[in-house]
DNA sequence: CCAGGCAACGTTATATCATTACATGGAGCG
DNA sequence: CGCTCCATGTAATGATATAACGTTGCCTGG
């Protein structure tokens, strides 16, 4: 469960468990943890939100890496193929992932006003959708399940 | 339940009933149901699946109808807006919906296949999501759910 | 050593999706 | 009529994503 996105905390905690274990994972799947997918990846986690990949670039660009798109959509391919990071279709987004390497089925929890984002994990055959899915024999292969709203923290702030 | 978008069907039937209930709905809330909503609503209505704005771009100007971008999307925003239709995030595209008017949280099972798209229904409170939400605070006010995967038909196809 | 294969990366150009901004026109109304 | 409102016409631009092709560096079989 990703309620800590809302909420503070000692976020390096965060930053430093991912990065050990990805390169964890890294290691163990002779996958090449690059210096750029490493950069790509690292800028992601400073914040619990998701970022488009242009802005990815630019902060490449700003830290003196040459940058065109395909920079950072590759380095994209790569975090999301494995799991190290997820695209919220919602806002054609990327965002690090809270379990990397897992093979999960995330969905995600969008605050509209702070803009952070808490990952959850679901059972796609599980609940409505599975149902539905089940019922008429469509084989789900991948989901997106994405709720926008208004975190505790925010709604708190607006009721007042 | 949208089982019957995949199976074949009198589709003059689902197209019909869509433009009367919306017609009524439109009479009833006053709202302007003008030629080029009607148009481009008619033309997502040709097939269960998901239309990107630029397609429904050219069939209008296959159509003699001028068409700078913002026609179709202005279109679609009121279709959207009013839930005559919906959009797949996933795909960047957009469907007719098959409940038109009725307030609902659309669930969309996506065939990689053959591109049909079933809509199905959740109660967003519910659920594995509606779970997560409540465990942290989190007020849902939309959401997007979609499975991509293979229909029943697509799936027996490929099997043989 | 060195040729060949392969994966990552550099770079240009282009494709695809979406919005801003401003002008025009017609319906409703005092 | 003069005004407002809403829908539409149109040009320009912004935002997101991929195609295509060349280069580099590493590994490996010969
Ligand atoms: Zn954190
Ligand atoms: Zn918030
Ligand atoms: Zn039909
Ligand atoms: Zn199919």
Chains 1, 2 share one sequence.
Not at 30 to 40: A, D, W
Not at 112 to 132: D, F, N, Q, Y
Request: glycine share 4%; with cysteine.
């Amino acid at each position: 469960m990703g309620s800590i996105s809302f909420e503070i905390h000692d976020h390096s905690v965060c930053t430093d468990k991912t990065m050990q274990e990805v390169d964890a994972y890294c290691e163990t799947h002779k996958l090449q943890f690059t210096p750029i997918r490493r950069k790509v990846l690292t800028i992601m986690l400073e914040e619990h939100r998701a970022w488009g990949a242009y802005e990815i670039l630019d902060r490449l660009r700003s830290e003196g890496q040459s940058a065109q798109p395909p920079v950072a959509y590759r380095a994209l391919e790569f975090l999301v193929k494995h799991r190290f990071a997820h695209k919220i279709e919602r806002l054609n987004a990327f965002i690090a992932c809270t379990h990397p390497g897992q093979h999960h089925a995330p969905a995600f929890l969008i605050c509209r006003s702070c803009e952070k984002v808490a990952e959850a994990h679901t059972e796609p055959s599980s609940g409505e959708l599975g149902a539905a899915a089940e019922a008429i024999g469509f084989h789900i292969e991948r989901t997106v399940i994405e709720a926008v709203g208004l975190c505790a923290t925010c709604r708190d702030a607006t009721t007042q």
